[in-house]
């Protein structure tokens, strides 16, 4: 089977080039024609000799996404359900904020976590995205939508670090000068607490925004909401937290989804306060999405500022999630659910 180009980062492909005898600044071309000018075929790559594309054309496919379904909101979030060439489907949301174009990509078809409050949960993990897959949906996207994105969220469909190697090559093609050139600081990852992985991702020393779905500073609590708590429990994911702060001193961002009469009292927050304070990070409130069949709600707004406000006269900078195209279903891998129905 002939191999995607799109999974070649600058590296892979000067390799390439080197094998076959050609010049390191032809791999240099190509990849920013695959990357940057977003092309979708070999023969618009117009400064390589014709001999060389149909040798490309022969060894490689430029895997181009086919949209299955694609929802647009009324504050213009766009859902995309994408074909990934083999039959399977993943998500991808862009949204549009005052500072540019944000693309949450997914890392997996389906999810292990079975985090009790996501659509992902009951319907089959199938396998991971690889590195070309990840970035190839932000090149149909923009394809489609004629933009530029600016910012890249790891949130969509899967767990990225339980799909590491494929997620940190995807991020190296994303920032890449030469590819999407898209600052690691506008990247972020969203983890529901792996921890070795996370020990991994400080070593490697990226730039990239950590976020950590925290949910609840209560185990037991924890737990009934994310099984990963069972594996890692609050204490070692804070532990991790704060070594990896201290490695590359980045703030985290933590998410909390929150939940009607489960995580969102003034209890909760009061141990919130306790588990980060000191911490370089960040809250993001989220009102929870009530995915069918899912025992959590929505918290009233009236809670939701609440909670806030809580934190933030207690030392922790928190702020609400806007919520973008509920009016198409957007949060939280729904539209792949109702396709394998
Ligand atoms: N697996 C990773 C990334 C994908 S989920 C993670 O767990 O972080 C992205 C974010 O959406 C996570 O914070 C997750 O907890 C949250 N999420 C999932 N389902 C949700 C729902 N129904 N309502 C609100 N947030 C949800």
Not at 238 to 260: G, M, P, Q, V, W
Request: hydrophobic letters at 35%; a positive charge; one cysteine or more.
């Amino acid at each position: 089977m002939k191999k995607n180009i799109k999974d070649y980062n600058l590296e892979d492909l000067k390799e390439y080039f080197k094998q076959i005898d050609e010049k390191p600044f032809r791999a240099e071309q190509v990849f920013k024609w695959i990357f940057s000018e977003n092309v979708t075929s070999f023969s618009e790559m117009t400064n390589i000799s014709l001999e060389l594309r149909e040798k490309l054309d022969n060894e490689f496919n430029i895997n181009n996404f086919n949209i299955i379904k694609k929802l647009e909101s009324k504050d213009g979030t766009k859902k995309y359900l994408f074909d990934v060439l083999d039959g399977n489907a993943i998500e991808t949301v862009l949204m549009e904020y005052k500072h540019g174009f944000s693309i949450c990509v997914s890392s997996q078809i389906g999810c292990k976590m079975g985090c009790k409050f996501c659509a992902s949960t009951g319907i089959p993990f199938v396998r991971n995205l690889s590195a070309g897959e990840i970035v190839e949906q932000i090149l149909a996207v923009q394809r489609d939508s004629k933009i530029k994105v600016s910012n890249i969220v790891f949130m969509g469909i899967g767990e990225p670090l339980d799909n590491f190697e494929n997620v940190m090559k995807s991020i190296e093609i994303i920032n890449n000068p030469k590819g999407l050139n898209i600052g690691a600081r506008h990247i972020s990852i969203s983890t529901s607490g792996l921890v070795p992985r996370i020990y991994d991702l400080a070593n490697r020393n990226s730039q990239s925004t950590l976020s950590i779905s925290l949910h609840s500073a209560d185990n037991i609590k924890r737990s009934e909401m994310m099984p990963v708590n069972n594996t890692y429990n609050i204490e070692e994911l804070i532990k991790a937290c704060k070594d990896y702060i201290k490695i590359t001193n980045r703030r985290i961002s933590f998410e909390y989804a929150l939940a009607k009469d489960n995580n969102d009292n003034l209890d909760d927050a009061k141990k919130l306060v306790k588990l980060l304070k000191g911490m370089l990070c960040h809250v993001n409130l989220i009102p929870i999405n009530k995915i069918e069949s899912g025992k959590y709600s929505k918290s009233t707004n009236e809670n939701i500022i609440k909670f806030r406000d809580y934190l933030n006269d207690n030392g922790i900078v928190a702020t609400i999630r806007r919520e973008l195209g509920s009016d198409i279903d957007a949060a939280c891998g729904q539209l792949r659910r109702q396709n394998l129905k």
